[in-house]
């Protein structure tokens, strides 16, 4: 990809502004998830459509401190990995979790983290559309779903 086409990179008044802004949507809570696996776990579209409460929870059925990327829902068949959990987005996946966790059809071991209204999941190319109506409605030019993944590979480095 020529430089000059790749997703732009958050500062970080950029991710408190959005983390802002999600507050505030109808789904507020699951929609600052999104963003943070994508801006501090810095998982793809197609990772955060598909991850799954048992790769989230550690053994005690709580949520754990690494984030257990699959090949499953991975890009590729290099055998997965394994994301720290950023405390943020702890804080707001325990949220998530004891909340969905009530839930009478709720599964630790099938349950989708990011579910519709309409849905037990949600398709890669959803988060897509859901990252770029975002970023259009905060006037972030030049953001797409993958600025998350390049703002955390970037400060990660």
Avoid at 46 to 72: F, P, Y
Avoid at 85 to 97: G, P, Y
Wanted: hydrophobic share 40%; proline share 1%; with cysteine.
């Amino acid at each position: 990809m020529a430089l000059g086409k790749q997703a732009k990179i958050l500062n970080p008044k950029q991710i408190d502004v959005a983390l802002a802004y999600l507050a505030q949507t109808r789904h507020g809570l699951r929609n600052q998830v999104v963003f943070l696996l994508s801006t501090k776990a810095g998982l793809r579209a197609k990772e955060i459509a598909g991850l799954r409460w048992s790769m989230v929870v550690d053994a005690t059925g709580q949520v754990g401190n690494t984030i257990n990327v699959t090949n499953a829902v991975s890009k590729g068949n290099n055998g997965g990995r394994s994301v720290p959990i950023n405390r943020d987005l702890k804080q707001h996946l325990v949220q998530l979790f004891e909340q969905v966790s009530t839930q009478s059809r709720f599964d630790v071991h099938t349950g989708h983290v990011v579910t519709t209204e309409r849905s037990v999941c949600t398709g890669a190319q959803s988060v897509v559309n859901q990252f770029a109506k975002w970023y259009s409605e905060l006037g972030f030019v030049g953001c797409s779903s993958h600025s998350g993944r390049r703002t955390f590979i970037t400060n990660a480095a």
